[in-house]
């Protein structure tokens, strides 16, 4: 770790707390395609699992926090907070299919509860 510190450091890269938040939210965000490309691979189709838009939620709140409290760069914060709706509501999509799928496995449970 040190080693890539002073590699950083001779190339004049900035380190900080609020530049490791930002490149991990960079990183995960990235990942998500990743993630896509191996359930493809594993399905001989493209899909996209829900991973993929769990993954990109968590990237994008990451990386938007960076953006809005050390950057204070309106265009990361927009073009980062604009799609996280959608993927907000493609991963409660995917919760809600799920706790009904389950609720259909087991009828013995309440139709209205769905916390367990």
């Known amino acids: 770790m040190q080693s890539l510190l002073a590699i950083l450091q001779?190339?004049?890269?900035?380190?900080?707390?609020?530049?490791?938040?930002?490149?991990?939210?960079?990183?995960?965000?990235?990942?998500?395609?990743?993630?896509?490309?191996?359930?493809?691979?594993?399905?001989?189709?493209?899909?996209?699992?829900?991973?993929?838009?769990?993954?990109?939620?968590?990237?994008?709140?990451?990386?938007?926090?960076y953006f809005i409290f050390y950057r204070h760069d309106s265009v990361g914060i927009i073009s980062n907070l604009l799609p996280l709706p959608l993927y907000a509501r493609n991963v409660f999509l995917h919760w809600r299919e799920a706790v009904s799928h389950k609720k259909a496995q087991d009828p013995t449970k309440e139709a209205d509860s769905f916390l367990e």
């Open 10 to 65: 001779l190339a004049a890269v900035e380190v900080n707390a609020w530049k490791i938040i930002g490149w991990t939210g960079n990183l995960i965000f990235g990942l998500r395609f990743f993630w896509q490309w191996i359930a493809s691979e594993r399905a001989k189709k493209s899909i996209i699992p829900p991973g993929f838009w769990e993954i990109s939620l968590l990237g994008s709140m990451i990386y938007t926090s």
